[in-house]
């Protein structure tokens, strides 16, 4: 594929990008410089519930990209025939704030097959390119305002590179905050949080509104459903998980931990299921976190830690 640099320079002159994509990419991989068509594929399906292999799948792109790979492999091996019939690569991107997207692979596409679930569409072999591997989640893009479209064509739509970074963690290894709906943490991703500078979006975040969350256990499926109520927010009870090697002094939690001091380092995860005001009072916390309760079922012995 031959990029028209006369084009390239005046995008790079009108929008103020001092390189593009476009530009990182090019004489890594020679089958790649030569592909006749190329996609730009920014993911960020806003739907709460998503069809993957005929199967219903909640969460966001981003999370599943993050903690489901396979799955979110299978959302996108499932295109549009029209769009994808002659595709000999994709560009893909993860959005993120705003219009910005997060680089996360270039794919060749091989077999196609009519989707069996839907009559419009192909499912696609798509192998990742290894030649890419080192670019892969470090470099942020501006998709554009004007046109945000999520799959677009590499040789003509040009994207400025607004930052190339360390990628889903910073160099001291705490995770990029998202958003609130987004946060999922380990146990060690929690302890980099807490231990954060303060000038950390984290802290920001976590201090300025209280929440109902929740604490699964990946060993067996267990929940534990928590609320944050007072000034210091979703920071000032979570901080005290890290203090206490994950218990935070709940007695259920503690007992698990008694046999092994390290099974929260290695097995929990701490997640925000609903934002609450910094005002909010331990009465109103409450009551929202016994929804929760229900809705998880982790009151039962067999699906929860919860005692009350």
């Given at each position: 594929?031959?990029?028209?640099?006369?084009?390239?320079?005046?995008?790079?002159?009108q929008?103020?990008?001092?390189?593009?994509?476009?530009?990182?990419?090019?004489?890594?991989?020679?089958?790649?410089?030569?592909?006749?068509?190329?996609r730009?594929?920014?993911?960020?399906?806003?739907?709460k519930?998503k069809?993957?292999?005929?199967?219903?799948?909640?969460?966001?792109?981003?999370?599943?990209y993050?903690?489901?790979?396979?799955?979110?492999?299978?959302?996108?091996?499932?295109?549009?025939?029209?769009?994808?019939?002659?595709?000999?690569?994709?560009?893909?991107?993860?959005?993120?704030?705003?219009t910005?997207?997060?680089?996360?692979?270039?794919?060749?596409?091989?077999?196609k097959?009519?989707?069996?679930?839907?009559?419009?569409?192909?499912?696609?072999?798509?192998?990742?390119?290894?030649?890419?591997?080192?670019?892969?989640?470090?470099?942020?893009?501006?998709?554009?305002?004007?046109?945000?479209?999520?799959?677009?064509?590499?040789?003509i739509?040009?994207k400025?590179?607004?930052?190339?970074?360390?990628?889903?963690?910073?160099?001291?290894?705490?995770?990029?905050?998202?958003?609130?709906?987004?946060?999922?943490?380990?146990?060690?991703?929690?302890?980099?949080?807490?231990?954060?500078?303060?000038?950390?979006p984290?802290?920001t975040?976590l201090?300025?509104?209280?929440c109902?969350?929740?604490?699964?256990?990946?060993?067996?499926?267990?929940?534990?459903v928590?609320?944050?109520?007072?000034?210091?927010?979703?920071?000032?009870?979570?901080?005290?998980?890290?203090?206490?090697?994950?218990?935070?002094?709940?007695?259920?939690?503690?007992?698990?931990?008694?046999?092994?001091?390290?099974?929260?380092?290695?097995?929990?995860q701490?997640?925000i299921?609903?934002?609450?005001?910094?005002?909010?009072?331990?009465?109103?916390?409450?009551?929202?976190?016994?929804?929760?309760?229900?809705?998880?079922?982790?009151?039962?012995?067999?699906?929860?830690?919860?005692?009350?």
């Amino acid at each position: 594929m031959k990029i028209d640099e006369t084009k390239l320079d005046a995008f790079k002159q009108q929008s103020g990008a001092i390189v593009t994509i476009q530009e990182i990419l090019r004489g890594r991989d020679a089958d790649f410089d030569s592909a006749k068509t190329i996609r730009l594929v920014r993911h960020a399906d806003n739907r709460k519930v998503k069809l993957i292999e005929g199967q219903e799948v909640h969460g966001t792109l981003y999370n599943l990209y993050r903690y489901q790979k396979e799955t979110f492999l299978k959302y996108q091996k499932e295109q549009n025939r029209k769009r994808f019939e002659n595709v000999d690569y994709i560009v893909a991107f993860i959005g993120e704030k705003g219009t910005t997207a997060r680089f996360v692979g270039v794919y060749k596409v091989g077999k196609k097959i009519p989707s069996p679930y839907s009559a419009d569409d192909i499912i696609c072999d798509m192998d990742i390119v290894d030649a890419f591997e080192p670019l892969t989640h470090r470099i942020v893009i501006e998709w554009g305002k004007s046109t945000v479209t999520w799959c677009q064509d590499y040789e003509i739509q040009f994207k400025s590179v607004i930052r190339i970074d360390d990628g889903f963690e910073d160099g001291e290894g705490v995770p990029r905050f998202m958003s609130y709906a987004d946060t999922i943490l380990s146990f060690s991703q929690l302890e980099a949080v807490i231990n954060s500078p303060l000038d950390n979006p984290w802290q920001t975040a976590l201090r300025s509104v209280n929440c109902i969350y929740v604490i699964s256990d990946l060993n067996n499926g267990k929940h534990y459903v928590g609320s944050t109520y007072g000034e210091k927010g979703i920071w000032g009870r979570w901080e005290s998980y890290i203090n206490t090697n994950g218990h935070g002094d709940n007695k259920a939690l503690a007992e698990v931990l008694k046999e092994d001091p390290n099974y929260a380092r290695k097995h929990f995860q701490w997640s925000i299921l609903e934002v609450l005001p910094l005002n909010i009072t331990p009465d109103q916390a409450v009551d929202r976190e016994n929804i929760y309760k229900q809705k998880l079922m982790s009151r039962h012995r067999l699906t929860g830690y919860n005692e009350n």
